[in-house]
């Protein structure tokens, strides 16, 4: 993906907008470069599609056990990257499934989580942001 020349964490015009993590945790301070930082964000968001894709997998085959490992991996990688719309649905997720809710009326809340995933990962990785 060519990225502007004056902001590196920005696609050139007719690229599709990434979703731009906050400022916070990993990436609070001036530790990493802006190239750096734009690579951690591409791991970021592959992580992201990948532990996406489990969390597809594990509800289509109702794997409980499977499907909340996807879910907390999802809230912690958000999370530390600073992608705070997707670790606030996998939190919220995670929280109703440690509270014993029933896994079925999660389904429509982990389809929005793996859509969230999906449209905030693909901008990083070069792809469109919808299929």
């Known amino acids: 993906m060519a990225t502007n020349n004056s902001d590196p964490h920005r696609p050139t015009a ?5 979703s731009q993590p906050e400022e916070t945790g990993l990436f609070e301070g001036s530790l990493f470069t802006a190239e750096q930082r734009s690579e951690l964000l591409r791991t970021c968001a592959a992580s992201m599609l990948e532990q996406a894709n489990r969390l597809a997998e594990a509800l289509r085959k109702k794997d409980r056990p499977a499907f909340h490992d996807a879910v907390h991996a999802l809230h ?3 999370a530390v990257y600073g992608f705070n719309q997707v670790a606030g649905a996998a939190g919220l997720l995670e ?4 509270e ?3 896994f079925e009326p ?9 859509d969230l995933c999906q449209q905030t990962a693909r901008p990083w990785l070069g792809g469109p942001v919808s299929e």
């Open 14 to 18: 007719g690229q599709p907008e990434r």
């Open 76 to 78: 912690g990688t958000a």
């Open 95 to 98: 929280h109703q499934l440690d």
């Open 100 to 102: 014993g809710k029933e």
């Open 106 to 114: 999660l389904r429509a809340a982990a389809l929005e989580l793996v």
